[in-house]
């Protein structure tokens, strides 16, 4: 008998695509299940359809809307559980009933082998499999779209363009982020100390405007300003420089 893996069915492209991808990787016959909390949107029995369209072997619809509400929801509303003060947890709580479920219908269906749709990027991940490795530590758990690349396999972004003298150190930075996705190789404080230090070469430093008294000066608003040393002067020193 092949082996089967009983996956936590949302209905959406990462786990409809993973019934598939499962079956034809491993071999395995693929159980989905999916656990309507309450959460709207499609019909369950177009999603449990949509699960067999797709290529699983059985595919069942927890009814657990009573169960969530009783035993998660009232509480943690009691408990004012917020993350940060201000974000509802909802979803995160809603994981352990989903674990459960997928545990126990594993039990049932004989499943030796467990499976989410969650990412490498998030928390999901880390609720679903420690869940899973509490509840029934026997079983294997796959996580097709974070083990397997999923994400990395789409188009790479597009060349990065030249950048012209003109163009700010934030700008370069932004963009250097947004396709590379790592941070720049040196600080931005020395990077646009470095910058700002070959423009005074050029061209007159702007100053700033006194907006009150100087603390080691009395003299006058105009003096005040003139001994503000440069934007370079204050990356390259400590402290200010006081003539």
Not at 27 to 48: F, N
Not at 101 to 130: L, M, P, Y
Not at 158 to 177: E, F, L
Request: charge should be positive; aromatic fraction near 4%.
């Amino acid at each position: 008998m092949a082996d089967r893996v009983v996956l936590a069915y949302s209905g959406g492209l990462d786990t409809s695509v993973a019934i598939s991808w499962i079956g034809k990787e491993t071999g395995a016959e693929v159980v989905a299940v999916a656990i309507d909390l309450g959460q709207g949107g499609e019909d369950m029995e177009v999603v449990r359809q949509r699960a067999i369209d797709c290529g699983a072997v059985e595919s069942v619809v927890v009814d657990a809307r009573d169960e969530f509400a009783d035993e998660y929801c009232l509480p943690t509303i009691a408990a004012n559980a917020l993350y940060m003060d201000r974000y509802p947890l909802v979803s995160a709580i809603s994981r352990p009933l989903i674990v459960k479920h997928i545990v126990e219908a594993a039990r049932s269906h004989g499943g030796t082998i467990v499976s989410h749709g969650c990412t490498g990027k998030g928390n999901d991940q880390v609720r679903f499999e420690v869940g899973f490795g509490a509840l029934a530590p026997d079983l294997q758990v796959i996580a097709p779209v974070r083990d397997y690349a999923w994400t990395a396999r789409r188009p790479s972004p597009s060349p990065k363009r030249t950048t012209s003298r003109s163009t700010s150190p934030r700008s370069r930075r932004s963009r250097s982020t947004r396709t590379s996705g790592a941070a720049p190789s040196k600080p931005v404080s020395s990077r646009i100390c470095g910058t700002r230090r070959r423009r005074t070469s050029t061209t007159t430093p702007r100053t700033r405007q006194s907006t009150g008294t100087h603390p080691t000066s009395s003299s006058s608003a105009s003096t005040r300003v003139a001994r503000l040393p440069s934007t370079a002067a204050r990356c390259r020193f400590s402290k200010p420089s006081r003539n």
